[in-house]
Each structure stands twice: as structure tokens, then as C-alpha cells.
């Protein structure tokens, strides 16, 4: 019954998950990106992080077999392999055994991913992060299939996707327990859990069945003992029993005492103690196609060089931003504007860039500012944001039509939502250029995108490091 409910739920979280990042719900199942644990972590939401750490405390991880949508998709590819092998009647079928944990690469991976977040460096973070991991699978195949896919996101989403499915079929879930960070983080509190899948020995035959069949490869068969920091909650080994040795119950049951958890119990405390402490003091591109109005298309148009980055509205700050961007790709499925991507850059590597080639980011859109999980992107109110500014707009006469005489235009003028644009006529010229009013100027970057400049735009927006009101 256990494994049942949890199958059930786990599948709900996966499937809607799955289609946010595809683009589908974000009103309906939105919240379930919200209860991602890193995600909630740098945004500082304390009340999913208490509830998180909670739910461990009692009952393990139940978050890593039914929330995290990268934990629930290995339990599909080993239920894939299993159904395969029942179905072709294998004789020889794959079983898992038990392995002891691998600390050195679990706990150095741990450390290099807390230490990133201290200074910054979230590339680590936005590769083996589960949550974000898992949306750049799915956004690489669904962006593929759009034929919008960067050749960065591609390589990086299918070799995730490789790589996942590799470790799942031949080790089940080494990801989660030697990888992972949220999962190593989760183990130190797993290890206290009240209630545990436990062993009696008095029903036990030595069948050996649950080790086999343990997809964590935790259940020491030989000494009836479990590895709880490694145990996902999966209930398997429940369903397996055929003796009804093994049950989920709480510790201090009385059939129970005789089996306490196999690790040390001060050191496991301290060691929970101190990495919650570091992890808490660190945490202080799918796009469509779309063109708007303007000129035919005719070239391609290229990004152009900013003297400081695009971030979205409501990201306060480019620091604050890619601080607590986990490249998730959530914000990028979002867009329906073709306004974030993937970068590719090894600094951001992954975390959304803004640019205008393919559209611009409209006034009264703000659905990247209501996904975002992680406090990335804050959420603003279409009012709140005509009055932030997040860049500045300059105009290059070199490349400006009116300005080299060559036709009028006035583009930008017309469809600058802010009015902080004007034509002004030159002198001794028929002609009239654009001039820019920088307090009023918002950054949406209609201008840039309107322009019928190729490749390089005549009107290109620069970022603010720190967004203003206008």
C-alpha cells in the first residue's frame, strides 16, 4: 500500500513537472517547482526548507522518491528495465547488491558544491543539480523538436539525459547517493528519521530478495542492517518481502530497538550540525520564434555586445541574479517571447542570458518572474513592472538608417513602450533620428529587436548591474 501511494504521487509531481518545462500549466502546477529543495534553499523560502527538512526528520527521503522529479525519472528507467526483462523472459536478469557508500567522492562532491555557492560559482551547481538537471533534459529534447535548440543546450541536455539513464539501468540510483547534492545533504538528517524501513531478524530467511532488488544498493542482507543515508524511501523492499520481514515503522519500537541505524550516532550528528550550518550561511532554452511588427526579415539578426549583461525583471541585480540562478530552465520554458536562452558561456554556463535577436521582453508579460523557484526572478505585477529599469538603450548612427541618410524610419519611436524615444530632426537634414531619454527607458528592448538594422541592430540595450525605478 505504501509503495502504491507513493508510486501515485510520484508519478503526479513528474508528469506535471515535466510539462512545466515543456510550457504547459504554470497556473495550475506551478507550485510543484516550488517545492524543489536548492531552488527553495537560495530563494530563501523557509517554509518549504523547514518542511523538506521535516518530512526527513520523520519519515526519510521521501522527498528523493516522490518530489524530485531527476529521482522519480530513475525510478522509471529501472522499472523500464525490469518490465524489459520480464518481457523478453530474460533468464539472466540485472540485480543490484549491496555497496558500501562511496564517502570520498559523495562528500568531496558536497563540499565543491557549497563551496561554488559561496563564491559564485553556479556552473557546478547548474550541471549536477537534480531539479536543473532535469529541466535541461527536457528542454534540449523539446527545444530540438522546435528547432530553436543552442548547439550548448543540446550537447549538455542529451549527455545529462545519456549519462542519467546509464547510471540508473546499471547502478539505480548512484546518482542520488554519490552525486547529488540535495540528496547528500538530506542523508545527514535521514540517518535521525523516526520512522525507517527496518529488518526483523526473527522473520528473515536470508532470502536475499530485498538486496537484490534495492535500487540504492543500502540493505546489507548478510547483517540485516540498512544504510538510512542512503535509503530513498522507495518501499520496495517491502513489497518484496514475502515473510513480512521487513516493515516501515518507527524507531523506538519495542520488535525495533534491537535493530538501531549501523552508523555512529555523534558522528552523524556533527556532521549533520556542521554541514547544515555552511549550507545555510551559503544560501544569504526553449524560446519561439516571434517577430513583432517591423520590417521583414531578412538576416539573422546577431547579438550584440553589451557593456553589461541582460537580467529579467525582477531579478534586482545582475549579482542576485545569477547568485541564485541554479539554470534550471523553468524561466526559459516560460518565455514565450524568445527572450531567454540557454548561455553558453563557461562563467553562466546554462543560467538563462536575455538578448532581443528573436523578440523582446513585452510590458505586460511576467510569467518568467512567477516560475521562478529559486528567487532568481521575483515576482512582479504588470504595473510594477513599467517602473523598473533593467538597461538602457544607445543608438548607434553608424548603423541607423535615417542617420546615414538612406531611408527614413522611426521604428524604434513607434514602438517604444515608455516613450523614451523621440525623433529629432538633424540639421540640415531631412532626415530624423532617434534620441533616447535614459529616465524614461526601461530596458524591454522592443527598439532593439524593431530595428531594421542586419545584423547588428542601430539601437542596442545595455544592462544595469542594478535595476532602478524609473
Known amino acids: ?61 521521501i522527498y528523493c522518491s516522490v518530489i524530485c522529479p531527476m529521482g522519480v525519472f530513475q525510478d522509471l528507467v529501472i522499472w523500464i528495465r525490469r518490465k524489459g526483462e520480464k518481457l523478453f523472459k530474460k533468464k539472466k536478469t540485472h540485480k543490484f547488491k549491496y555497496v558500501g557508500e562511496h564517502k570520498w567522492v559523495r562528500y568531496g562532491v558536497f563540499v565543491l558544491s557549497v563551496v561554488s555557492l559561496f563564491v559564485s560559482g553556479q556552473m557546478l551547481i547548474a550541471l549536477i543539480a537534480p531539479y536543473s538537471a532535469y529541466g535541461r533534459m527536457v528542454q534540449s529534447i523539446v527545444a530540438a ?34 552525486i547529488c547534492p540535495v540528496g547528500t545533504l538530506l542523508s ?23 538486496g537484490r532488488g534495492c535500487k540504492a544498493s543500502c540493505i546489507d542482507t548478510k547483517n540485516h542492517k540498512i544504510d538510512y543515508s542512503r535509503c530513498v524511501d522507495c518501499f520496495d523492499c517491502i513489497d518484496t518481502c514475502q515473510e513480512g520481514a521487513i516493515q516501515f515503522r518507527t524507531v523506538c519500537n519495542k520488535k525495533s530497538c534491537a535493530v538501531k541505524a549501523d552508523e555512529p550516532v555523534d558522528e552523524g550528528r556533527r556532521a549533520f550540525m ?20 517591423g520590417f521583414a526579415e531578412v538576416i539573422d539578426k546577431k547579438s550584440p555586445e553589451r557593456s553589461e549583461r541582460l537580467v529579467p525583471f525582477g531579478a534586482v541585480s545582475v549579482k542576485h541574479f545569477y547568485n541564485h540562478c541554479t539554470a534550471c530552465q523553468l524561466c526559459v520554458s516560460a518565455c514565450k517571447n524568445g527572450v ?16 532581443y535577436e528573436k523578440g523582446y521582453c513585452r510590458p505586460e508579460c511576467t510569467a518568467c518572474s512567477q516560475v521562478c523557484p529559486a528567487g532568481a526572478i521575483k515576482p512582479v505585477t504588470v504595473e510594477q513592472k513599467q517602473t523598473i529599469r533593467i538597461g538602457v538603450a544607445k543608438v548607434n548612427l553608424d548603423l541607423c538608417l535615417p542617420a546615414q541618410g538612406k531611408d527614413s524610419c522611426g521604428n524604434c519611436s513607434y514602438h517604444c513602450p515608455s516613450g523614451a524615444i523621440r ?10 533620428i ?33 535595476h532602478h525605478n524609473a
Open 423 to 432: 525623433m529629432v530632426r538633424q540639421q540640415g537634414s531631412r532626415m530624423q
Open 188 to 210: 545527514f538528517m535521514s540517518r535521525f528519521s523516526m520512522f525507517r524501513p527496518q529488518i526483523d531478524e526473527s522473520k528473515c530467511i536470508n532470502c536475499g530478495k530485498c
Open 145 to 178: 523538436c522546435s528547432g530553436s535548440v543552442t548547439a550548448a543546450l543540446l550537447i549538455t541536455g542529451l549527455l545529462t539525459l545519456i549519462i542519467i539513464c546509464v547510471c540508473a539501468w546499471m547502478w539505480g540510483r548512484e546518482y542520488c547517493n554519490t
Open 1 to 61: 500500500m505504501l509503495k502504491k501511494i507513493r508510486v501515485i504521487l510520484a508519478a503526479l509531481f513528474l508528469i506535471g513537472i515535466t510539462l512545466l518545462f515543456i510550457g504547459i500549466g504554470h497556473n495550475c502546477w506551478g507550485w510543484m517547482a516550488k517545492l524543489q529543495f536548492l531552488p527553495s534553499l537560495l530563494a530563501l523560502n523557509f517554509a518549504v526548507i523547514i518542511g523538506i527538512v521535516l518530512i526527513t526528520l520523520l519519515f526519510g527521503r
Open 340 to 355: 531567454l536562452r540557454p548561455s553558453s558561456d563557461l562563467e553562466h554556463f546554462m543560467q538563462p542570458v536575455m538578448g
Open 274 to 293: 556542521v554541514t547544515s550550518a555552511v549550507v545555510a550561511a551559503s544560501a544569504a532554452a526553449h524560446a519561439q520564434d516571434h517577430m513583432h511588427g
Open 434 to 466: 532617434p534620441t533616447v531619454s535614459e529616465d524614461r527607458c526601461i530596458g524591454c528592448g522592443a527598439c532593439e529587436n524593431l530595428c531594421p538594422s542586419r545584423p547588428i541592430s542601430a539601437i542596442t540595450v545595455n544592462g544595469l548591474s542594478i
